[in-house]
């Protein structure tokens, strides 16, 4: 088993910055892509931004404001942002693909953490 604990959600004005971060912590011999989604209420889950051994891939909404990395020592994945806006008010969820000590691979999502932004 798998777990993604999440931190770092909270509520700021308009223009403030935001750190997320996403630690996994289970059975987990390697990792896949990462990432960052958002469900904002009475909307679909949506894709935020992405890391791979590729690269980022980042949603237009936020792109150029939100910076997605990934600290492998720690093997944690963080979601700078900044120029927050008060249509990014939303529930955070963190994304892991995880290959298991037997070979196997699965998708694990976070709890989720609550961003408000306030104008």
């Known amino acids: 088993q798998v777990y993604l604990v999440e931190s770092g959600g909270g509520s700021v004005q308009a223009g403030g910055s935001l750190r997320l971060s996403c630690v996994p912590s289970?059975?987990?011999?390697?990792?896949?892509?990462m990432g960052w989604y958002r469900q904002a209420p009475g909307k679909q889950r949506e894709v935020v931004a992405l890391?791979?051994?590729?690269?980022?891939r980042y949603a237009d909404p936020v792109k150029g404001r939100f910076t997605i990395s990934r600290d492998n020592a720690k093997n944690t994945v963080l979601l700078q942002m900044n120029s927050l806006k008060p249509e990014d008010t939303a529930v955070y969820y963190c994304?892991?693909?995880?290959?298991?000590?037997?070979?196997?691979?699965?998708?694990?999502w976070g709890q989720g953490t609550q961003v408000t932004v306030s104008s």
């Open positions: 289970g059975s987990i011999f390697s990792f896949g892509p």
């Open positions: 994304n892991v693909l995880v290959r298991s000590h037997d070979g196997g691979w699965q998708t694990y």
């Open positions: 890391i791979t051994s590729g690269g980022t």
